[in-house]
């Protein structure tokens, strides 16, 4: 079966007892919607479709039975979840263990496990069982110093079963890794084969091509085959990692083995490269900011939907632990609904002598800091942005060409705010994020950190780390009774290593719905470019965005 098949799916949901299987499954399918590699029915014959997701806990009746069994005999899959292959007579029922964190391990090297956490963590019920004989484990779960089956495949017919013994509660069924392990189980059961590698190209090795180089080497998926710069130090430099490299784009982009472009010149060159790579066929990401204007953005679109190829732009920030902690008690509903948002980076400090600190090449300082903080912003806030007024300060560093300070403030059409404050002038710091709720509030202070060690002398060596060189402190607070309020320090979870790049890998490679669209970041750059344009004119700027 070819990558480019799409996995028809029929939905098999039935339940006379405590699970409301047919709910839990409605939701995951609404969750499975945006994995483009699959068609999921929910009625209807077995034939015309390549598997069945089943959940069901009463069996099946004779003639459903009968059709089963042939559609599995001419090949089809079937995908079993929790006690399903149980109560079908397909399998023996197992003890269940009580409701618990269970810690899941798919098999290292199958393509089950491409891109996932080495352990993912959900809190659910297992039925304790042994995989039959002939059957290959896919996934275990740790329990009682030992590692018990929690998913396996075997052939039946010309068709193959994957038994996966998971989804006895709703938080399971829930949980964001349960939706990728179905759908993996379900492109296992209908034998799609994992697509080849896909082949990487940097088009610019400058101070975060390493990054590039390293998550491509790195990430199941990819193979890093390519890199252009125009600057022999450089191409140098980028040899360590055994590939060729090009002095210019149109060599690299004419080689067949280079199957997605990263664009990292300055971004004053986005654009042309962007629209260069999709015109020879290739996927593209992009670093941020995607551009300096957003008719450029739509032309970038434009020209990717007309190619068919995926084009993104390198958000890597929304994996940072202190805004996915951040975003996560805000959909939760921690604060209650949120209406207005500070955000703050910056010092007193000489700004860097790169391209970075020269507004037409970079585009200024809203398009610094802002690639990220506006991003941020805009994925709280999803409602149109009304109108946007900016100001700037010119006052201390007159080397560059940046302002010094730069204040953005953004109005949605519900009256919702939020700002953006970057300034290199700041002798005291505000905190990095400051939101409003109706029920509550959150903060994000900075962790002034150093790293400290000791010279040959005995001395102590101690080096201050830039503010934005530590995940911040995220604080829940909710008001009491007495007029004051509750505090709650966020735990951050552990970074997600090549986050941006295991989605992407997700999506070129098995379908999954991709973290950043492009579309995404052509706002960013809209609301950047009116608070540029509010500069200039000394007004506030209206925008639909």
Request: with cysteine; net charge negative; hydrophobic share 45%.
């Amino acid at each position: 079966m070819s990558e480019a098949h799409r996995v028809r799916v029929l939905l098999l949901a039935e339940s006379d007892g405590e699970h409301g299987y047919a709910a839990l499954a409605g939701a995951l399918l609404r969750r499975l919607s945006g994995f483009s590699a699959l068609e999921v029915d929910t009625g209807g014959r077995l034939d015309g479709h390549d598997v069945v997701l089943a959940a069901a806990d009463r069996p099946l009746d004779r003639d459903r039975a009968e059709e089963l069994a042939g559609f599995l005999r001419r090949g089809g899959g079937l995908v079993g979840i929790h006690q399903t292959l149980a109560a079908w007579g397909m399998a023996p029922e197992g003890e269940q263990t009580p409701i618990t964190e269970l810690r899941v391990h798919a098999l290292a090297g199958h393509p089950l496990a491409d891109r996932l956490d080495e352990e993912l963590r959900l809190r659910d019920a297992l039925p304790l069982i042994e995989a039959p004989p002939e059957a290959t484990v896919l996934a275990t779960v740790s329990w009682h110093y030992g590692d018990r089956p929690v998913a396996y495949a075997r052939a039946e017919g010309a068709g193959r079963i994957v038994h996966l013994g998971l989804g006895h509660t709703q938080e399971a069924w829930a949980a964001p890794a349960f939706a990728q392990l179905v759908h993996r189980c379900l492109r296992h059961a209908a034998d799609l084969q994992p697509a080849p590698p896909v082949g990487v190209g940097l088009y610019g090795y400058g101070a975060i091509g390493r990054e590039h180089a390293e998550a491509a080497a790195a990430v199941a998926g990819f193979e890093l085959r390519g890199i252009c710069d125009r600057s022999p130090a450089r191409r140098d430099q980028a040899a360590a990692f055994g590939v060729k490299t090009y002095a210019e784009g149109t060599a690299m982009l004419a080689d067949p083995a280079v199957d997605l472009v990263v664009v990292g010149l300055p971004p004053v060159a986005h654009t042309e490269a962007v629209l260069e790579a999709l015109a020879a066929g290739k996927h593209v990401v992009c670093e941020k900011p995607f551009a300096l204007h957003a008719a450029d953005c739509d032309r970038m679109l434009e020209a990717a939907a007309r190619a068919g190829r995926t084009l993104t732009v390198y958000q890597s920030r929304r994996w940072d632990p202190d805004f996915v902690a951040l975003r996560n008690a805000v959909e939760a509903g921690a604060i209650g609904d949120l209406f207005y948002m500070e955000s703050f980076i910056g010092g007193f400090s000489h700004p860097c002598t790169y391209w970075h600190s020269h507004e037409s090449i970079s585009g200024g300082t809203i398009f610094d800091w802002g690639s990220h903080y506006f991003d941020w912003m805009l994925t709280l806030f999803r409602e149109p942005v009304a109108a946007v007024a900016a100001h700037a300060h010119k006052r201390v560093w007159h080397d560059v060409t940046n302002a010094d300070q730069v204040g953005v403030a953004v109005t949605f059409a519900d009256g919702k705010q939020a700002s953006f404050l970057q300034s290199d002038i700041a002798a005291a710091l505000k905190p990095k994020w400051y939101l409003l709720g109706t029920a509550g509030a959150i903060t994000g202070d900075w962790r002034l950190e150093s790293v400290k060690t000791r010279a040959w002398t005995g001395d102590l060596v101690e080096e201050e780390l830039a503010p934005a060189e530590s995940p911040a402190t995220v604080r829940v607070h909710r008001p009491n009774a007495a007029g004051g309020a509750h505090q709650e320090v966020l735990a951050l979870e552990p970074r997600v290593h090549h986050g941006f790049y295991r989605n992407l890998g997700d999506h070129l490679v098995v379908g999954e719905p991709l973290a950043v669209p492009a579309t995404e970041a052509r706002r960013n750059i809209a609301v950047m470019e009116a608070a540029a344009r509010s500069i200039a004119a000394g007004k506030p700027v209206e925008l639909s965005a």
